[in-house]
């Protein structure tokens, strides 16, 4: 009975944390940096410390098709807006899981704040 509740314990733990994985919106931040990789995806480059879930330091923000609810068109619409962003060196609002940290992104939002 004891090793039951042990494991019962262990599974309503690990449901109950990823269970908290939400998309939250980082706003008014830079775009650092695009990277592109070879299976189609890339990684976004914010700030240092944007959230200390993702990678390297809370800087590394991934875009890849079939995560977060983005699709192929969608990734390329993301990397077109990213890459304005990056270009113009325009703030921009990102949504994002942070429940890994990959951090995938599913939304950039640009605004002419002028």
């Known amino acids: 009975m004891k090793i039951f ?7 309503v733990l ?7 994985a ?23 480059y914010l700030p240092l410390g944007t959230d ?8 590394l923000f991934r875009v890849a098709e079939n995560q977060n609810q983005v699709t192929q068109e969608g990734a390329r ?6 890459l304005v962003a990056y270009t113009s060196k ?3 609002s990102v949504l994002y899981d942070n429940g890994s940290a990959s ?6 939002h640009l605004r002419n704040d002028s």
Do not use: F, R
């Open 14 to 20: 690990a449901c109950s944390s990823t269970a908290m």
């Open 22 to 44: 939400e998309n939250v919106w980082k706003t008014q931040t830079n775009i650092e940096g695009v990277q592109a990789l070879h299976d189609g995806s890339y990684i976004l």
């Open 77 to 82: 619409n993301l990397l077109t807006v990213a």
């Open 5 to 11: 509740n042990a494991l019962l314990a262990t599974c």
């Open 52 to 59: 200390s879930t993702c990678n390297e330091g809370g800087k």
């Open 90 to 92: 325009k703030k921009v």
């Open 103 to 108: 951090c995938y992104v599913q939304q950039i």
